[in-house]
């Protein structure tokens, strides 16, 4: 406890001492912690006071000001007792919040976690929730609801919509829903505050969707621009017909056995702003490619077609004539495609960034011939599964300055010395050579040339051994090597 001043005033907090601030005692007679360096005696050594001056007789002194009394110290030399100049007496110390709790702290620190961690300490208190729950911790997630999260079970037995709050909070644009059916749609656009205008993405996977109900769908939701359809067998062509709306620029379909030709039809002619169409149906036919027209060719920009198995070189023609605007392009598991195919696309899509060969076995390294002498500007170049590729296809391959992405995996003819050949692209940033049992650990330990490697794939490599991962992770420290 501090001694009382002169005339009862109780003695003012320490003052600063030779550039250190001590902060008040505790009731138990010990002060804070210092937050500065010292000795551990001087971190927990009792506030003392100063001893209190000597003044002189009540005849030679001048008239002391209270103040000055009870704080115990004297002006500095040649400054008269209670001037202007007097010592300012602090005032109590600034409180802050807690670090725990401290918003400034968390917004910085909390983007250090996945959206899994995120969802955890969210539960955490009410202040973390608050910060977490602004929508820019949130960006570019979808949350993926199966239909029996959809509901709670009362203990009637009678089943309650969730509350969905706390999604509209964070501020997502897109949900995927799965195992939905027709009525779990309308209740979710029911109870849903954002649901007329706010949601901008819908993915709809092996849900038991009726035409009736995607027609419901994409009318209720207005601001749906982005859809994807998977695994859903209950609608039609002519639900596509009846529900797709102009504003949709970009639709994915995949695994709906009743998608043929005629579906293309309809996304021909009711999406003219369609920018990104990606499409797996085993029934497509050449003739479907013939419905885009001149506004597609404008607008679209990403064309997909995976194990479309009737699509053939005639099909190939189609796209090039109608989309020559393409800057992404798959016929992966396309197994009609042949190196003439691959020579249309080379010839007509200059602006080609990424294509993707994969699963197409007709391939050989005549293709890639192609591809090296006429597209320049590619990025990406995906042959996954084309067991005729050869080093001769990796040597045209290496005079591509652009390419930074290579996937050869289960590539069965690579061998060491078409290894030499990419030594060349210092343009590289991924490589994948996952699967090719012809490799060697000598082969492979000449891939430290490429300094500017970030990824390196070598799943299922025999030749990749723990030496040579060693040996990677010494010389290319940068590089993430996926064993």
């Known amino acids: 406890m501090s001694s009382p001043g002169v005339d009862g005033d109780p003695k003012p907090p320490c003052l600063p001492r030779n550039g250190l601030v001590k902060l008040p005692g505790q009731p138990n007679g010990l002060g804070a912690a210092s937050i500065t360096k010292g000795t551990p005696a001087a971190k927990n050594r009792p506030c003392q006071p100063p001893p209190p001056p000597t003044l002189p007789p009540p005849s030679l002194a001048s008239p002391l000001p209270r103040a000055a009394l009870a704080g115990g110290l004297c002006p500095p030399p040649g400054l008269p007792l209670g001037g202007p100049a007097s010592a300012p007496v602090p005032g109590p110390p600034v409180e802050r919040p807690p670090l725990a709790t401290d918003e400034k702290i968390l917004n910085g620190l909390f983007w250090y976690f996945s959206a899994c961690e995120k969802c955890v300490l969210a539960q955490v208190c009410k202040a973390w929730r608050r910060v977490l729950y602004q929508p820019k911790f949130w960006a570019g997630l979808t949350p993926v609801l199966h239909a029996k999260e959809l509901y709670n079970v009362l203990p009637s037995g009678e089943k309650e919509f969730v509350n969905l709050q706390g999604f509209a909070a964070r501020g997502f644009e897109g949900f995927c829903l799965v195992g939905v059916s027709d009525l779990d749609i309308c209740e979710f656009i029911d109870n849903y505050a954002l649901s007329k205008k706010g949601v901008k993405a819908m993915s709809l996977k092996r849900s038991t969707i009726t035409d009736a109900g995607l027609e419901v769908m994409l009318e209720q939701m207005q601001g749906v621009v982005r859809l ?256």
């Open 228 to 483: 994807e359809l998977s695994g859903c067998n209950d609608f039609t062509e002519a639900g596509l017909w009846s529900s797709l709306s102009a504003r949709i620029t970009s639709l994915s379909v995949s695994d709906c056995i009743n998608v043929a030709d005629d579906a293309i039809a309809a996304i021909s002619q009711l999406l003219p702003n369609l920018a990104e169409l990606s499409l797996q149906a085993y029934h497509v036919t050449d003739t479907a490619l013939a419905y885009f027209t001149a506004r597609q060719g404008h607008s679209t920009h990403t064309l997909r077609l995976l194990s479309c198995w009737e699509i053939t070189n005639h099909g190939v023609v189609n796209v090039v004539h109608s989309l020559p605007n393409l800057t992404a392009l798959s016929l992966s598991g396309c197994s009609k495609v042949t190196d003439d195919g691959v020579e249309l696309v080379a010839e007509n899509l200059r602006k080609l960034r990424s294509l993707d060969l994969s699963w197409c076995p007709r391939i050989t390294d005549m293709a890639l011939e192609y591809v090296a002498c006429d597209l320049h500007r590619l990025e990406e170049l995906v042959l996954d599964r084309c067991v005729r590729i050869t080093d001769t296809g990796l040597s045209y391959l290496s005079t591509m300055s652009s390419l930074r992405s290579l996937y050869l995996r289960w590539c069965c003819q690579v061998q060491d010395f078409g290894l030499k050949h990419l030594l060349a692209m210092r343009s590289l940033r991924l490589l994948s050579l996952a699967g090719c049992p012809l490799l060697t650990t000598t082969g492979l330990s000449g891939l430290v040339q490429l300094q500017e490697l970030e990824e390196l794939e070598l799943t299922n490599c025999p030749g990749a051994t723990p030496e040579l991962f060693k040996y990677f992770s010494q010389h290319l420290p940068r590089c993430l090597v996926i064993e």
